[in-house]
């Protein structure tokens, strides 16, 4: 599962750090399963999503937060058995 948390200004001051942070709980059968990658910019803010923004598999998520994360990561790799 590609993970792709977004560390530029706005997200970052809106609480990326503790995204990443809260990967960290994760088991770690389910770290190993993650290909985490940051970016400086998804350019969607301007589009009306919120941040902090993370991109799962090609998909965006707004207004995350560690707890959101971690149950959107959970429910795909079930989602995924």
């Not at 990443?20 to 009306?48: G, Q, R, V």
């Not at 999503?49 to 079930?78: A, G, H, R, S, W």
């Amino acid at each position: 599962m590609e993970i792709e948390i977004c560390v530029g200004t706005t997200c970052h001051l809106m609480g990326s750090s503790t995204l990443i942070e809260a990967l960290n709980d994760l088991s770690k059968d389910i770290k190993e399963s993650l290909e985490l990658k940051y970016s400086l910019c998804f350019n969607t803010c301007y589009e009306k999503m919120k941040p902090p923004i993370v991109k799962i598999d090609n998909e965006f998520y707004q207004d995350m937060t560690p707890e959101k994360l971690k149950d959107i990561i959970l429910n795909l790799v079930k989602n995924k058995k």
